[in-house]
């Protein structure tokens, strides 16, 4: 072949592999960008489902929970606007309910470590950028912390402040460290600021079948009565603070310290380090909001007496 057609053979078959290479790459950003949009609005959702099934809101297996008149926790089904009413276990909520849902039932607000409580207009911070910004750090250790608030059904949330309605839980996001990976969930606490309500991991990378049983429902369902500061330590102030996760059965483990009990869950058998990594993660994140949960005990009891 002679040199000036081996030369262009090149020359063409290089140009291909550039035209080939930049057309793959302008393909895939374009796939990547117009993909984006759909994987933060799955991500949020999963987030809200995991907030409302903390909330005893949503269930695991796909419907909504309601309270009824005597305080027990039965199916439910979205009527209209953000208002549920009684329904049968094979109800499956729609993504657009659960947004709804979420939106009417939940209201962002901020705490410092003083327990006072603040609006992000009052401090001055964007909620959009805060929350998105410090999603994976965390908002414990922040000089304004990140509580939700939820709303009894078919009321607004926003809306409890000025028509003095209580709110029946909050919301307090938990982050840490499991055996492998950063790991991130919510922990529902009733209004008494003790009570846990229930608990959901929306993140983790945990071993299947071992450690990433901690997103497990029937793992979870062992929280929901669990008091946050260890019974009989007296002054909320400096009473330990937390949920520990033993090593085996907890019945067990504080078989001489029953006032431990109601601090502590069964392990999970082959997944010492991750239940150690959900302890620390508690504890964490929980102590930063002594004072806000001390805050709200304080109002319960008071309550309580007039």
């Not at 926003?158 to 919510?186: H, T, V």
Request: net charge negative; charged share 20%; aromatic share 10%.
């Amino acid at each position: 072949m002679p040199e000036q057609s081996k030369t262009a053979s090149n020359a063409q078959t290089l140009t291909f592999m550039v035209i080939l290479c930049t057309t793959c790459a302008m393909i895939l950003a374009v796939l990547a960008t117009s993909l984006r949009e759909k994987q933060e609005k799955a991500e949020e959702l999963n987030r809200s489902q995991e907030m409302l099934i903390a909330a005893r809101i949503f269930s695991a297996e796909g419907g909504f929970y309601l309270k009824d008149s005597s305080d027990e926790y039965v199916p439910a089904k979205y009527q209209r606007e953000g208002v549920l009413v009684p329904g049968e276990t094979t109800d499956i909520a729609t993504p657009d309910e659960i947004f709804d849902i979420y939106q009417m039932r939940t209201n962002a607000f901020l705490v410092n470590s003083e327990g006072k409580r603040a609006t992000f207009e009052e401090v001055g911070i964007d909620k959009v950028e805060y929350i998105s910004q410090n999603l994976k750090s965390g908002y414990a250790n922040l000089p304004w912390k990140l509580v939700y608030e939820v709303s009894p059904n078919g009321v607004s949330a926003d809306k409890m402040l000025e028509r003095n309605i209580d709110s029946e839980a909050y919301i307090f996001p938990i982050n840490g460290f499991g055996l492998w990976d950063a790991i991130f969930g919510y922990i529902a606490v009733k209004s008494d600021g003790i009570s846990v309500l229930g608990t959901a991991w929306y993140e983790h990378k945990e071993t299947p079948g071992l450690g990433a049983n901690i997103a497990n429902p029937a793992w979870q369902k062992q929280f929901t009565g669990k008091t946050l500061f260890l019974e009989g330590a007296g002054d909320l102030s400096i009473a330990p603070l937390g949920i520990t996760v033993v090593r085996g059965k907890a019945s067990e483990a504080f078989a001489s310290a029953p006032n431990k009990l109601n601090n502590a869950v069964d392990g999970m058998a082959g997944a010492t380090l991750t239940g150690n990594g959900v302890t620390k993660a508690f504890k964490d994140c929980l102590v930063p909001y002594r004072k806000f949960l001390k805050s709200l005990n304080d109002s319960n009891m008071k309550k309580k007496q007039t």
